[in-house]
């Protein structure tokens, strides 16, 4: 055994011992035929920051689609524009974004999101109309929905279809309240939450 451990012949067996080693580990790492993981990212913090910085509605999908991954988000606040940008890894494994804005013009925002300026039609989603776009070279189709105060896309590879659950999802998210201890005569302009003893209007749900 001591030739085994001595000069070239104790190098060759310590380099097998080495190559046996990374072979075990790559045959237990290595997928076993499953699909891929998708990451998944928290947006709970970008959610509360658009509520803070925005000074529109501001939507989330709740619940979030079943099946489905939040994999990106991105919040901008640049030249008192503030846009979110929201992506997901839907039920079959396509891209799906939801994206707000107050950039104006908001039309040429819309346009630039969708990778088109052309309606193909418009589609009731509970109860609200959505114009419908779609850029055939990029498999993109999108739902845009011109607000008074923002623009609201949702836009991927996804079907009309998975793109239509994800629009069905959002929800109106309250504004925070910016003191706590303010009396409900407030001004309007800011809105605060009800007092524990007032009884609360839900929010109404989204229709995209």
């Given at each position: 055994?001591q030739?085994?451990?001595?000069?070239?012949?104790?190098?060759?067996?310590?380099?097998?011992?080495?190559?046996?080693?990374?072979?075990?580990?790559?045959?237990?790492?290595?997928?076993?035929?499953?699909?891929?993981?998708?990451?998944?990212?928290?947006?709970?913090?970008?959610?509360?920051?658009?509520?803070r910085?925005?000074?529109?509605?501001?939507?989330?999908?709740?619940?979030?689609?079943?099946?489905?991954?939040?994999?990106?988000?991105?919040?901008?606040?640049?030249?008192?524009?503030?846009?979110?940008?929201?992506?997901?890894?839907?039920?079959?494994?396509?891209?799906?974004?939801?994206?707000?804005?107050?950039?104006?013009?908001a039309?040429?925002?819309?346009?630039?999101?969708?990778?088109?300026?052309?309606?193909?039609?418009?589609?009731?989603?509970?109860?609200?109309?959505?114009?419908?776009?779609?850029r055939?070279?990029?498999?993109?189709?999108?739902?845009?929905?011109?607000?008074?105060?923002?623009?609201?896309?949702?836009?991927?590879?996804?079907?009309?279809?998975?793109?239509?659950?994800?629009?069905?999802?959002?929800?109106r998210?309250?504004?925070?309240?910016?003191?706590?201890?303010?009396?409900?005569?407030?001004?309007?302009?800011?809105?605060?939450?009800?007092?524990?003893?007032?009884?609360?209007?839900?929010?109404?749900?989204?229709?995209?």
């Open positions: 055994m030739r085994f451990t001595q000069g070239f012949y104790g190098y060759v067996f310590a380099m097998g011992v080495c190559l046996v080693g990374v072979v075990a580990f790559l045959l237990v790492a290595a997928p076993k035929g499953g699909p891929a993981r998708v990451p998944e990212i928290n947006y709970s913090i970008d959610a509360a920051n658009m509520r910085a925005a000074p529109y509605q501001v939507w989330t999908p709740e619940p979030v689609p079943a099946n489905w991954v939040p994999n990106s988000s991105r919040m901008t606040h640049q030249k008192g524009v503030v846009t979110w940008r929201l992506g997901f890894a839907t039920a079959t494994r396509k891209h799906a974004m939801l994206i707000q804005s107050d950039e104006k013009p039309a040429g925002f819309a346009s630039r999101m969708a990778n088109s300026n052309r309606a193909t039609g418009t589609v009731q989603i509970a109860g609200e109309t959505w114009e419908q776009r779609f055939e070279d990029k498999n993109q189709r999108s739902l845009v929905r011109l607000l008074p105060d923002s623009t609201v896309v949702v836009t991927g590879t996804a079907g009309w279809d998975e793109l239509t659950v994800l629009a069905t999802a959002l929800k998210q309250p504004r925070p309240t910016e003191n706590p201890s303010a009396s409900p005569s407030v001004s309007p302009a800011v809105t605060s939450s009800p007092a524990p003893a007032s009884t609360a209007t839900p929010s109404p749900s989204a229709t995209g």
